[in-house]
């Protein structure tokens, strides 16, 4: 815990407050009003049209430029689902770099990491430039990887990440072997593993972004513990 709460001081310091006015940095972020918040999925690169070239400005063209004029102060931006797959450049987790959904999209993440930048560095600068409040979304256990059958090469697959490949341990279950609360995808956080790389994910933010803020989002899923999952 405490070594969350120094990232999370971190974060707020990297925005420009010192050491010793953090508690008045604090206070001002908590009052500051916030009339509309705008929760990004995060996959604006990943459901990318075939048709259409990668570009930074294409991309923020497609949802970013969407709060000019509008009542937005804030951009919660997603950086992680499925845990450890990532929506920016990620050497603790894995950004998604694939899409085999559906043919009329791909994931564009590839070809803006060679263009030397990646959605959440573009969405971060896009926040400051334009006096939008910009925050990076942890999805604690974000589940869409569970959403695909025994055998199945397409649909879903593509978001299963390397973590639970190799820690098939750490999950809930198995494809034939579903809880009856839960998803069988979904990591344990009981397991020390688990809260330690979450830790890292969010220092590695913390360190390569100037975002204004954190936001650990528990509701996409809520079942955090193997037990729970099982009714134990």
Not at 4 to 9: D, K, M
Not at 34 to 57: F, K, M, Q, S
Not at 84 to 94: C, I
Not at 170 to 195: H, I, M, N
């Amino acid at each position: 815990m405490k070594r969350l709460l120094l990232l999370l001081c971190l974060c707020g310091l990297a925005g420009g407050a010192g050491a010793g006015d953090w508690e008045e940095a604090r206070r001002t972020m908590l009052e500051r009003p916030r009339r509309v918040i705008y929760n990004n999925d995060g996959d604006d690169a990943t459901w990318w049209p075939r048709n259409l070239p990668v570009t930074p400005e294409n991309f923020l063209a497609r949802r970013l430029r969407t709060m000019e004029g509008s009542r937005v102060d804030s951009m919660f931006y997603v950086v992680q689902i499925s845990f450890t797959t990532t929506t920016y450049d990620s050497k603790v987790g894995r950004m998604l770099c694939r899409n085999t959904q559906t043919p009329a999209a791909f994931a564009a993440n590839p070809e803006l990491l060679r263009q030397g930048t990646d959605p959440f560095r573009l969405a971060v600068d896009y926040c400051r430039k334009n006096g939008k409040e910009i925050f990076a979304s942890f999805r604690m256990n974000d589940i869409h990887d569970s959403w695909w059958a025994p055998g199945e090469k397409n649909r879903w697959v593509w978001l299963f990440p390397e973590f639970k490949r190799k820690h098939p341990e750490l999950l809930f279950g198995t494809q034939r072997k579903r809880p009856p609360c839960g998803a069988w995808s979904a990591v344990d956080y009981e397991a020390p593993l688990v809260r330690e790389t979450l830790l890292r994910l969010v220092e590695e933010v913390c360190e390569n972004y100037q975002m204004d803020g954190l936001e650990f989002d528990f509701f996409r899923w809520p079942c955090l513990f193997k037990s729970v999952g099982w009714v134990k």
